[in-house]
């Protein structure tokens, strides 16, 4: 399968906005059903997805903008020496402000799991960690109230 075989289901992958910076970019079993969690979990908005044509559907490239943030995606592709592993010492922070909880609620209301309950901290934030269905690990933290 080649970049050139592929069919884009929203905008072409390469043509769209990425963020400046640091930008993950997570290999999971099912990217297409991750999206759809980081959609109600986080309001994620897709901004381009690029799929293979062997038949499989695979996500070969997804952009996700949460919270004016890019995250990107690609599906495992064993047979291309990329098989799906547990996501390991991998976490992902949303800096947010005085909506936290609002943020906090959704997530797990959409079915994220509490690690760290979302509190006060000795540093002075308000921070909580949570885990999604796929393994990734997320903070979230605010600047404390003054």
Known sequence: MTMTDTASAKTNAYDSPISRG??????????????????????????????????????????????????MFTDAMPER????????????????????DAWWERAVAAGAEVVTPLQLMFWGDRYGQLKDPFGVTWSMGSAGKK
Not at 81 to 100: C, F, N, R, S, W
């Open 22 to 71: 640091v930008v993950a970019q997570l290999m999971l079993a099912d990217s297409s059903a991750a999206a759809e969690f980081y959609t109600r979990a986080f309001g994620a908005e897709e901004v381009s997805r690029l799929t293979s044509s062997d038949g499989l559907n695979r996500v070969m490239h997804m952009n996700l903008r949460i919270n004016g943030g890019t995250l």
């Open 81 to 100: 020496g990329y098989p799906a592993v547990p996501v390991q010492a991998t976490m992902l922070h949303l800096q947010l402000g005085e909506d936290i």
